[in-house]
Structures are given as structure tokens and as C-alpha cells.
């Protein structure tokens, strides 16, 4: 198979920040141009831990405001809904048989999300991984650009995949590559370098939103912390303690797409107040017109619902034709 078929996918809760764009979006739209794309609203993934009805609905109109917002095309890409395409879940369930309850139980994010008290966990938010590679295969996608907070969920879809082409049939799935941002992969909240920027932090000052208007970005990278040493090319070196400072400069250089050797070349010695006026301006750059945009599409949510319309009916194709497949080799009768 030659194709290049990218898959990837978005939880609707709450509004998208600076880590899911560096994660991820910026590299959606970078497959764009040579990949035949397919960008998902993770719904059933989002359910997974308890959500209020209305505040999910917003959050899907939300989230594909995102996408359009952040320079995702509707008419290159397929942009879609988990729960519109029936397949989903179907899929899902066949690969729960193929999956060993051994591979599951070494998934970190469901240890970090379960907490303290796995036993109240929904059972939903433990086989998370499994619908994961639903979405994935369903498509026969060749490659999912991530954060890399998602590389350990990739490694399982690879098992799975090839453990059913190893049981039924050779070569049925395609086996996916992680395409994973080698400078910031993981982008740390602004007040505590050792957690990831997160929807979920309760603070928000921990993060940028990209619905963030230029005043709060301004006075979110004011408060960010950092330390009372200069900047200089020691932030990097193996014994260095200074996260913070670490952050900042991987989601300058980001933003400038160059690399983090060349900005501490360009502020050597020099303190942060310099650097974060710098970095308050570049973050302004980029965000306001993905805030301006969001705003935009939000308002007109019949242009939304045509995009998700399209894209759902054109996402059910292929992965009716995948769960089809998978019925045959498996023996089910249709
Ligand atoms: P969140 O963890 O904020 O709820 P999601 O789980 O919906 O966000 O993540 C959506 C995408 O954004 C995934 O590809 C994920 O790897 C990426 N992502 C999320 N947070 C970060 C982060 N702090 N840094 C880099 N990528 C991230
Ligand atoms: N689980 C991913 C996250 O929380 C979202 C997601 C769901 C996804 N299905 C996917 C990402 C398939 C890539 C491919 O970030």
C-alpha cells in the first residue's frame, strides 16, 4: 500500500491550548499539504470521565471552530465526529478480544487519570487506548501525528494490529507511525514545569488558550514562572534543574520554528524580562488570529455542522468498508 493516510484525533472538552496546538494541530496542518487527512472530535473519548450534555455539545462546535480557526482545510481534509460513524465502536469492541489485559495495564495516562481511587474509574477511561485504535485502523491510517503524552497509546494500536494480522490475516492493517514533534513535545504548564499544560489544570493561568485575548497572554507570561538566573546555554545541559526556564525557550523556538540553540544564542546572559516581552509578542502573533477566527466560526454553526456533516458521511465510507472486512475475516456472519 502506498498511500499516506493521516489520522488523528481531539478530545471536545473545554478549550484547546498552546500544548494542543504545538502537540499537534501545527503538525495537522503541516500533513495537509501532502497526506490525505482525517482530523476527528473524540466524543466518546471525552465521555470517558463525567461530562454536563450542554457543555460537551458546546465543546464539539467549539473544538471544530478550533480546527478551521487554526488553518485546517474542510475541503482537503476530512473533518468528522467519533460518534457519528457507527464503526467506531464496533471496531473497538473486536480489538477489546484481540488486546491482552496485560498490555492495558501498563498504560501510564490511565494510572495518572484514574488517580488514587482506580475502582471508581469508569471502565470507559481504562479501555480508552482500545477505542484509540479503533479510530486508527479503522481507517488503515499510515501515520497519527501526537504529543508525545500519546506514544505509549500508539505503541498499543501497533500490538494490536499486528497481533490481529498475526491471528487472521497478514497485511490487513496497516501498521501506523507516530508522527510526534521532536522540539516540544510535550509543552508544561506555565506554573509548574514538572505537569503538562492541561485543560484539565484547574488554574488557568497554567496555560495559553487559543481563545486567550492579547491582555491575559500578556499577563499569563508575566506570572510564568521562572528563575532569577540569566538565560544562557546551560538551560539545556544534563544537570540543569531549571524546567521552567527549559519551557519556555522549547515553545519560543516553536513558535519561531527554529531551533532552541538558536535562541539562547540570540538572548545569551540577557534576563527574562527581555525574553518574555519577546515571547509575549510572538504568542500574540500567533494566537490572536486563531482567537479572532474561533470567534468567527462559533457564530456560524450551520457552516460547522455542514463541515462535520460532510466529513462524518465521508469518514463512514471507509471505516464501514474496515468493520465489513474485519466481520469476513473473523467469521461473523452479516
Ligand atoms: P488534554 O490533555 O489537554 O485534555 P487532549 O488529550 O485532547 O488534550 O490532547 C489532544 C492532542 O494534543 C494530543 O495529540 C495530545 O498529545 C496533544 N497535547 C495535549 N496536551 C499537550 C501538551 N501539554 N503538550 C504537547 N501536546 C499536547
Ligand atoms: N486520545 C487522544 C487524546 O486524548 C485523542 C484521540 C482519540 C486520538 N482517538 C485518537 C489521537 C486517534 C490520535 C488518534 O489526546
Known amino acids: 500500500m502506498s498511500?499516506?493516510?493521516?489520522?488523528?484525533?481531539?478530545?471536545?472538552?473545554?478549550?484547546?491550548?498552546?500544548?494542543?496546538?504545538?502537540?499537534?494541530i501545527k503538525n495537522f496542518i503541516a500533513m495537509q499539504k501532502?497526506?490525505?487527512?482525517?482530523?476527528?472530535?473524540?466524543d466518546l473519548h471525552a465521555i470517558t470521565v463525567k461530562v454536563n450534555p450542554k457543555d460537551l455539545k458546546e465543546s464539539i462546535f467549539n473544538t471544530a471552530a478550533t480546527f478551521l480557526a487554526s488553518g485546517l482545510d474542510s475541503k482537503k481534509n476530512t473533518i468528522f465526529v467519533q460518534s457519528s460513524v457507527r464503526a467506531h465502536s464496533e471496531i473497538s469492541w473486536i480489538l477489546n478480544c484481540i488486546a491482552r489485559v496485560g498490555w492495558l495495564n501498563r498504560m501510564t495516562q490511565f494510572k495518572e487519570k484514574a488517580g488514587s481511587n482506580k475502582e471508581k474509574a469508569s471502565v470507559g477511561l481504562y479501555t480508552y487506548p482500545i477505542l484509540m485504535a479503533a479510530d486508527i485502523l479503522a481507517y488503515k491510517a499510515s501515520h497519527v501525528p501526537v504529543g508525545d503524552d500519546q506514544k505509549q497509546h500508539l505503541e498499543l494500536c501497533r500490538d494490536i494490529a499486528i497481533k490481529f494480522?498475526?491471528?487472521?490475516?497478514k497485511d490487513f492493517f496497516k501498521i501506523p507511525e507516530s508522527i510526534i514533534p521532536k522540539s516540544v513535545s510535550r509543552v508544561m504548564s506555565l506554573r509548574d514545569a514538572k505537569r503538562k499544560m492541561s485543560k484539565s489544570?484547574?488554574?488557568?493561568?497554567?496555560?495559553?488558550?487559543?481563545?486567550?485575548?492579547?491582555?491575559?497572554?500578556?499577563?499569563?507570561?508575566?506570572?510564568?514562572?521562572?528563575?532569577?538566573?540569566?538565560?544562557?546555554?546551560?538551560?539545556?545541559?544534563?544537570?540543569?534543574?531549571?524546567?521552567?526556564?527549559?519551557?519556555?525557550?522549547?515553545?519560543?523556538?516553536?513558535?519561531?520554528?527554529?531551533?532552541?540553540?538558536?535562541?539562547?544564542?540570540?538572548?545569551?546572559?540577557?534576563?527574562?524580562?527581555?525574553?518574555?516581552?519577546?515571547?509575549t509578542e510572538i504568542l500574540i502573533n500567533v494566537i490572536s488570529p486563531i482567537s479572532d477566527k474561533i470567534n468567527y466560526y462559533k457564530k456560524d454553526k450551520q457552516q460547522l455542522l455542514e463541515v462535520l456533516v460532510k466529513g462524518n458521511s465521508k469518514a463512514s465510507e471507509?471505516?464501514?468498508?474496515?468493520?465489513?472486512?474485519?466481520?469476513?475475516?473473523?467469521?461473523?456472519?452479516?
Do not use: W
Open 201 to 279: 489544570d484547574e488554574s488557568d493561568i497554567s496555560r495559553i488558550n487559543l481563545t486567550d485575548t492579547k491582555d491575559q497572554i500578556s499577563q499569563k507570561i508575566k506570572k510564568a514562572k521562572t528563575d532569577n538566573e540569566p538565560i544562557n546555554e546551560n538551560i539545556f545541559s544534563n544537570h540543569s534543574k531549571r524546567l521552567e526556564a527549559q519551557n519556555l525557550i522549547k515553545i519560543f523556538a516553536s513558535l519561531r520554528c527554529v531551533t532552541e540553540e538558536s535562541i539562547l544564542k540570540e538572548f545569551d546572559g540577557k534576563s527574562f524580562s527581555d525574553f518574555k516581552k519577546q515571547l
Open 3 to 24: 498511500y499516506k493516510r493521516v489520522l488523528s484525533g481531539i478530545q471536545p472538552t473545554g478549550n484547546l491550548h498552546l500544548g494542543n496546538y504545538l502537540g499537534a
Open 165 to 169: 494480522n498475526n491471528d487472521y490475516e
Open 34 to 42: 501532502n497526506y490525505e487527512c482525517f482530523y476527528m472530535l473524540a
Open 318 to 334: 471507509i471505516a464501514d468498508k474496515t468493520i465489513d472486512d474485519i466481520k469476513k475475516i473473523i467469521g461473523l456472519v452479516q
